[in-house]
């Protein structure tokens, strides 16, 4: 059982799965720095605000729907596992997720989680210290 299953390259790749994989490799220090995960972390960013070619999480709002802690692919994960993966504020698509964020903070200062979660009152909190960490690590 040692041979890796080769996946079906006539497919479209899926930024919702890219995402939740690349998140794996970015936590490790090892991992984040192999070519492919730079190569997926490419296509995960050329994808933001577009849907995806499955019809899982197909709309391109899915993008929109931020929360802490991470549970599917949005702008505040993707740009968070893109950082660990050395990508910079200075890419275009990079920028497009921050300006994003910084044009969706809402009035009182907060960004808002778009799933809730049953029980935690702070989860627009939690939320928000993510955004200004990913805002901080990209534009210091």
Same mark, same amino acid.
């Given at each position: 059982?040692?041979?890796?299953?080769?996946?079906?390259?006539?497919?479209?790749?899926?930024?919702?799965?890219?995402?939740?994989?690349?998140?794996?490799?970015?936590?490790?220090?090892?991992?984040?720095?192999?070519?492919?995960?730079?190569?997926?972390?490419?296509?995960?960013?050329?994808?933001?605000? /577009?849907?995806?070619?499955?019809?899982? +999480?197909?709309?391109?709002?899915?993008?929109? /729907? =931020? +929360?802490?802690?991470?549970?599917?692919?949005?702008?505040?994960?993707?740009?968070?596992?893109?950082?660990?993966?050395?990508?910079?504020?200075?890419?275009?698509? =990079?920028?497009?997720?921050?300006?994003?964020? =910084?044009?969706?903070?809402?009035?009182?200062?907060?960004? /808002?989680?778009?799933?809730?979660?049953?029980?935690? /009152?702070?989860?627009?909190?939690?939320?928000?210290?993510?955004?200004?960490?990913?805002?901080?690590?990209?534009?210091?």
């Amino acid at each position: 059982m040692d041979e890796t299953i080769q996946p079906d390259r006539s497919k479209p790749f899926s930024h919702w799965c890219t995402g939740i994989v690349l998140r794996a490799f970015a936590a490790h220090e090892e991992y984040r720095q192999a070519p492919e995960a730079r190569a997926a972390g490419g296509l995960l960013k050329s994808r933001f605000f /577009k849907p995806d070619p499955y019809p899982d +999480r197909r709309a391109a709002s899915f993008w929109e /729907k =931020i +929360r802490y802690p991470f549970w599917w692919t949005d702008i505040l994960s993707a740009l968070d596992s893109l950082w660990w993966l050395g990508f910079s504020g200075e890419d275009p698509d =990079i920028r497009s997720g921050l300006d994003w964020l =910084i044009a969706n903070q809402e009035p009182s200062g907060l960004w /808002k989680a778009r799933y809730l979660s049953g029980g935690d /009152k702070d989860i627009h909190h939690w939320t928000t210290l993510h955004v200004c960490r990913a805002l901080r690590r990209y534009l210091d």
